[in-house]
């Protein structure tokens, strides 16, 4: 099957704990990306990464750090959770590192800090 | 920066009625943003429904139809007889910046509820 996987599907943790969330897609995309949809279904880009360059960091608190480890995978790392930090994360790929091609999502991973 | 404004919230119709979701942007990066409209169904991820990166032109799938018009900024999402089959949640999604990033600016999304 080929599509964009996230795991785990929700993760419940308390504030101050390091959580990381994983990201596989298996439809041969050079470009992936990390989205936050908060509590008001806002969507919002974090970043991109290119054949694993970051290509896209916008104003994420320094605990937020993306791990690539090839161009399938892009994982996030959270450090020290915050209560704000409670969100879906969704990750998507696409299969130009340029314009806008169709971003392709993966179901999301629902954050609870207590 | 980049903005989109969409319908807020929720909006039920009742099945064969007619739906517009509106959707008007700003952007200060480039002078023809692309435009697209995703889609949420129940149990689903996010999908795209349809796409129009070219200023006076009409988008289509799935019944619904959204024309890029720059000169109100806008790109309102609409169908003429919508079915049960679409509820779902519906988002306007601005890219502008151009160059290597592909990053997409979206609305807040409307959550559509149809009715029989």
């Known amino acids: 099957e080929t599509a964009v996987f996230q795991t785990p599907n929700y993760h419940v943790t308390q504030v101050g704990n390091e959580v990381s969330f994983n990201c596989k897609q298996t439809?041969?995309?050079?470009?992936m990306y990390w989205y936050k949809q908060d509590s008001k279904k806002l969507l919002k880009i974090m970043f991109s990464?290119?054949?694993?360059?970051?290509?896209v960091n916008e104003t994420v608190p320094r605990r937020f750090s993306p791990q690539s480890s090839d161009k399938a995978h892009l994982n996030l790392r959270i450090k020290s959770v915050e209560p704000e930090d409670s969100a879906v994360y969704l990750c998507a790929s696409s299969s130009r590192d340029w314009g806008y091609a169709e971003q392709f999502f993966g179901p999301g991973t629902r954050l609870t800090v207590l | 920066g980049d903005s989109v404004t969409q319908t807020e919230g929720q909006v039920t119709v009742s099945e064969s009625k007619s739906l517009i979701i509106n959707c008007t942007y700003s952007t200060t990066s480039i002078a023809y943003p692309n435009l697209f409209w995703y889609v949420r169904y129940p149990g689903e991820g996010l999908q795209l429904l349809l796409k129009v990166i070219t200023a006076g032109q009409k988008g289509s799938s799935r019944g619904f139809e959204a024309t890029y018009n720059k000169e109100t900024t806008s790109f309102h999402l609409q169908k003429a007889s919508v079915q049960e089959s679409d509820s779902a949640v519906y988002y306007c999604?601005?890219?502008?910046?151009?160059?290597?990033?592909?990053?997409?600016?979206f609305g807040e999304g409307t959550q559509v509820t149809v009715i029989s």
């Open positions: 439809l041969g995309h050079d470009t």
């Open positions: 990464y290119n054949n694993k360059q970051l290509i």
């Open positions: 999604a601005l890219g502008a910046t151009g160059g290597l990033s592909g990053k997409l600016t």
